[in-house]
């Protein structure tokens, strides 16, 4: 839809990524991708380190299988604090920890990384300040009125505000494509276990872009807001692998107990609890759903198959959710809403955004209302995405229309997303669910009045 602040980083534990959520689709400008954040949450990772799932996962052939050595916690279950770390343990600490990435993915690195570690107050003067060079406030503006037309952001939320203080209180690190230059948050100043994940996570980063050029990836496309989540799940989902398994290879057992109690801290999660639930499925998934997508290509082509994809990136989230699709090149449908649509609304209305929502923010739109209900599952009602386009449309005295045009593989899928949209629809009000004569596709039309609906669905033949 808009712009997406495109940087890579690392949260704090239990801090999900700090990449803007894809249902807004802020976006940086075409010459900033500094939000491209490679923003795990610590906990997430443990976790994903230690599953079964993650540890079948075979490194590159060259990756060193020597575990790292393991302790016993202290009496009591306390873990020890890291000590404070002069530069030159910290320099020799990261060029360790970059031999060892480089080892695990089988990348070579074709420049020097050069890390600038921030405190509390310089990742929130850096994020900030990014987040307003790269996203105008009109568009921001525009993104908060189409999650309020669809239900997903309280009527007095501010999502600027939202954006800034989500950004400033997650993220724990960094890689800027733009710069090349590398971020490292200590807010203890100590480089303790927290702080050596961040770095092995935005070094893969580093070496992604060294040797596939992330700038081509293109994910900050206007208008084409599925694609790009899409491609920064792949992104996200190998640095995230990465990392799961230099953990497992180079944090000794006290290390990850450390991260799990960070993780579990109240304080660290309490921010992100409290955000609208919208931002906070969408800052999950590219490193979730990103995680399960790599896994399955390394797991049938090894590190080979993740390059592989890196010149070919998924085309939609539907890829990246059901791995066989990417695998069989299902192409998304092209489905295209009238460009004259503001015209034919009448005099004072404009198009005000214009993306594709994709089957994961379908499912996150339909789960805010659908969980619970009784009717089919958000997942599922989601599943069958054949293709989508959506406009908000900004008329005079505040008025506003959201037109949403979807396709389906087949019209029991057709069927199955409308049912659970009539159920959104009608908590919303003011809305109607139109189903294609042919069974192919559904429209979902949301007016700010029921004559702002009448006049919408005029205008489209619905």
Known sequence: MGRRSRSFCVPE???????????????????????????????????????????SVSPSPSASQTPAPTASPSAGGSVAPSAPASPADLSATYASIEDQVRTIRGLA????????????????????DG????????????????????GLLPQDANLGDLYVKLLGEQV?????????????????????????????????????????????LKLDEVGEGDKGIAGLSLVEGDATLVMSLWQIQHLSQVELLQLLSESLSPEVSGSLDAMPAVLRESLLFPYTAGLSF?????????WDAVNGAFRE?????????????YASHEAPVDVTLPADL??????????????????????????????????????????GWGGDRVMLLDGPNGARAIALKTAWDTPADASEFASAANSVVAKLGNGA??????????????????????????????
Request: neutral net charge; aromatic residues 4%.
């Open 13 to 55: 534990p239990l801090k999900l990524s700090a990449t803007i959520p894809p249902m807004t689709a802020i976006r940086p400008s075409p010459g900033s991708r500094r939000a491209l954040f490679a923003l795990t949450a610590t906990l997430v990772l443990v976790v994903a380190a230690c599953q079964p799932a993650a540890q």
């Open 109 to 128: 690195a074709k420049k020097e990384v050069d890390p600038v570690v921030l405190d509390d107050a310089g990742i929130k003067k850096i994020t900030a």
């Open 131 to 150: 987040f307003h060079k790269d996203n105008p406030q009109a568009l921001v503006d525009a993104n908060e009125r189409l999650l309020k037309g669809l």
């Open 172 to 216: 724990a690190g960094l890689y800027s494509p733009d710069d090349k230059q590398l971020y490292v948050v200590s807010r203890s100043g100590k480089l303790g276990p927290t702080e050596k994940t961040t770095f092995a996570h935005e070094y893969t980063h580093a070496l992604q872009d060294q040797n596939f050029d992330l700038g081509s």
């Open 294 to 302: 790599v896994q399955s290509l390394q797991a049938s082509g090894g």
């Open 313 to 325: 990136p998924p085309a939609s989230t539907e890829q990246v959710l059901h791995p066989e699709k």
């Open 342 to 383: 503001p015209t034919k609304l009448g005099q004072g209305w404009s198009k005000g955004l214009e993306d594709t929502l994709g089957e994961f923010q379908l499912k996150v739109w339909l789960d805010q209302v659908t969980a619970g209900s009784g009717g089919p599952s958000a997942d599922a009602a989601a599943a």
């Open 433 to 462: 669910v139109v189903p294609a004569a042919d069974g192919s596709g559904v429209t979902v039309v949301l007016g700010s009045s029921p004559d702002v609906l009448q006049s919408l669905r005029s205008a489209l033949g619905a």
